[in-house]
């Protein structure tokens, strides 16, 4: 199995910046595909952004291209994800989530990953 912890979640003003943090454990001798998803009350879990095994190549939806950015460690099993220009419509809880795909892609659904965290919360107020 893999364990994925997430951190770095709080609570913010609209326009600031936070970074959240996602370790692996278990099962990581070969590097994950890896993906955020966050879910606020009443909606779906939705995809914010995807990383391939190596780093190649990353995805992002429209509601957060150019403002987030997701990135990896191999060496030390964290993936990250860089949130600037944080708006209300961000408050979620941010997960964390790997695929065992073994193609170098970024899978961007949900029924692609195989492993979750916990979640983090971030709350960015007006």
């Known amino acids: 199995q893999v364990q994925l912890v997430e951190s770095g979640g709080g609570l913010v003003q609209a326009g600031d910046s936070l970074r959240l943090s996602c370790a692996a454990s278990g099962r990581t001798f070969s590097p994950y595909a890896m993906g955020w998803f966050r879910q606020a009350p009443g909606k779906e879990r939705e995809f914010v952004g995807g990383i391939s095994r190596f780093g190649t190549n990353t995805d992002y939806p429209d509601s957060v291209k150019g403002r987030f950015t997701i990135s990896r460690d191999n060496g030390k099993n964290t993936v990250y994800l860089q949130m600037n220009s944080l708006k209300p419509e961000d408050t979620a809880t941010y997960y964390c989530?790997?695929?065992?795909?073994?193609?170098?892609?970024?899978?961007?659904?949900?029924?692609?990953?195989?492993?979750w965290g916990q979640g983090t919360q971030v709350t960015v107020s007006s």
């Open positions: 989530a790997a695929s065992s795909t073994y193609r170098d892609y970024a899978p961007t659904g949900r029924d692609q990953y195989d492993y």
